[in-house]
């Protein structure tokens, strides 16, 4: 079947500091991979997407590469900053399926 | 452009009645998902809605059912409330039923099952 497991919060870091969150993945076939953000009070969003092996999607200074071989897209970013403190998701969606599958979300808190 | 409401964002209920949680979807979107959130887990799916009808749907038994408008507004309904219902639901929008995985997502309605 299809699961994401992410690595296990909360994850606190000082501003600039550097971030990882590890995302692997079990599926059939070649998903999608995605991270989504959510921010306090606010809804998920989309972060950046993957559609297959090797692609790195990339937005706000945040970056993940789909790596097939060890089936990964752990989310990184150079220089975390305070507004980057929310709940990060991992999913995938198999081709042809209309839903995600979400892994339990990593709480990042970045203090000043 | 307006994103995805959901309504109402908080509610209690005891086990046995039912519960009725609505969404309206961003502007131009046609296809409609629901998700439930239990607390420290990530959501799962449990229907999406395109042009008013079913369009696929997760592990959840039948009192889980919806609606789609024609205004492409949803609503999800669950009936006999248990008390492992509790949890936040989650609606998202998107265009067309060849879900690219791109959602936009709702605030969630809390649910809270005594």
Known sequence: GNSVTQMEGPVTLSEEAFLTINCTYTATGYPSLFWYVQYPGEGLQLLLKATKADDKGSNKGFEATYRKETTSFHLEKGSVQVSDSAVYFCALKQGGANNLFFGTGTRLTVIP | ?114
């Open chain 2, 1 to 114: 452009e307006t994103g995805v409401t959901q309504s109402p964002t908080h509610l209690i209920k005891t086990r046995g009645q039912q519960v009725t949680l609505r969404c309206s979807s961003q502007s131009g979107h046609n296809t409609v998902s629901w998700y439930q959130q239990a607390l420290g887990q990530g959501p799962q799916f449990i229907f999406q809605y395109y042009r008013e009808e079913e369009n696929g749907r997760g592990n959840f038994p039948p009192r889980f059912s919806g609606l789609q408008f024609p205004n492409y507004s949803s609503e999800l309904n669950v009936n006999a409330l248990e008390l492992d219902d509790s949890a936040l639901y989650l609606c998202a929008s998107s265009w067309g039923a060849a879900n690219t995985g791109e959602l936009f997502f709702g605030e969630g309605s809390r649910l809270t099952v005594l």
